[in-house]
């Protein structure tokens, strides 16, 4: 509530808290009324230089209420004017030693020390600093400009950046990806020629199983392994003489004489086992050997 100071005959006499008083006419005197509820004090906006020399304007809020009547009178002449100098030295002190950049972030730096500082000075005026919020950090137009050119440069260069880092990234998952092509093509590749190759030799054991087993038959006819050797070199002279002879290109083939154990006579003779049809037809054969 309000209290209100009295003076006898000049003098401080007492403070009249909220109620029913009686005073002296004459002698006692109503000095002042004071309120000790919160006061909002609102500092106007103060030119201030930062510790990188850059000119700026701030303003702050301060909440202060009074604890002590009496000090709050006679302690000082005009308590509001007091309370707003001492608040703008001190905020033009602890801005005056921050950078730009750091005014910024550091309100909350900035208001707890005003607080500590402005509590501890308004102490024997009887006023208690309950808040001091520092409200605008404007700096001027020329810095303003520059501070957006260089917000504006960053933002371009955080673009740039991640651009490139987008287009690296993608060449990189595009070269996994060709590389990773490439190694599933060559193992299927190489299961391909593997199996193929597989797969001749199984030919080509199918086809040694069968020259094997004609070899047999042809050596228990004939009696002699050399006879079914050379019978079967004369079977393949002959396919091999019939391949030519189907060709359509123009050819001259050489061919050996009679004498001499060449080609020609397991020729003669291939071609009497196949006269006497005793081995090319089993039906044949079985019929003879019943």
């Known amino acids: 509530g309000n209290v209100s100071i009295v003076e006898?005959?000049?003098?401080?006499?007492k403070t009249l808290e909220p109620g029913l008083h009686v005073v002296i006419p004459i002698v006692d005197r109503m000095a002042t009324t004071l309120t000790e509820r919160e006061q909002v004090f609102d500092i106007p906006p103060q030119k201030c230089i930062t510790l990188d020399n850059a000119p700026l304007k701030a303003d702050a809020v301060v909440y202060?209420?009074?604890f002590d009547p009496e000090k709050a009178f006679?302690?000082?002449?005009d308590l509001e004017l007091a309370i707003q100098n001492l608040v703008l030295t001190q905020l033009r002190s602890e801005i005056g030693k921050l950078t730009l950049d750091a005014?910024?972030?550091?309100?909350e730096q900035i208001n707890s020390i005003?607080?500590?500082d402005l509590d501890i000075a308004t102490d024997p005026w009887g006023v208690k600093i309950t808040r001091v919020e520092v409200r605008d950090i404007v700096p001027n137009h020329e810095i303003m400009a520059a501070m957006e050119m260089q917000m504006a440069a960053?933002?371009?260069?955080?673009?740039?950046?991640i651009k490139s880092e987008g287009e690296r990234t993608k060449a990189v998952n595009k070269a996994e990806g060709e590389a990773q092509s490439r190694i599933i093509d060559a193992k299927a590749l190489a299961e391909s020629v593997s199996l193929e190759a597989e797969a001749e030799a199984n030919r080509l054991q199918l086809e040694a199983d069968g020259v094997a087993k004609s070899l047999k038959t042809l050596t228990e006819c004939l009696g002699s392994a050399e006879e079914a050797a050379k019978f079967q070199l004369a079977r393949e002279y002959i396919e091999a003489q019939r391949?030519?002879?189907t060709s359509e290109n123009a050819k001259v083939i050489l061919s050996a004489d009679g004498g001499g154990g060449g080609v020609a006579d397991p020729l003669i003779k291939a071609l009497a086992v196949y006269d006497s049809s005793s081995i090319v037809s089993p039906s044949t054969s079985n019929d003879a050997l019943q």
């Open 64 to 66: 202060w209420k009074v």
């Open 154 to 161: 960053e933002r371009t260069k955080r673009a740039v950046v």
């Open 103 to 107: 005014t910024f972030s550091a309100r």
């Open 8 to 13: 006898r005959l000049g003098k401080y006499h």
């Open 114 to 116: 005003l607080l500590q």
């Open 243 to 245: 391949s030519l002879a």
């Open 74 to 77: 006679y302690s000082v002449v």
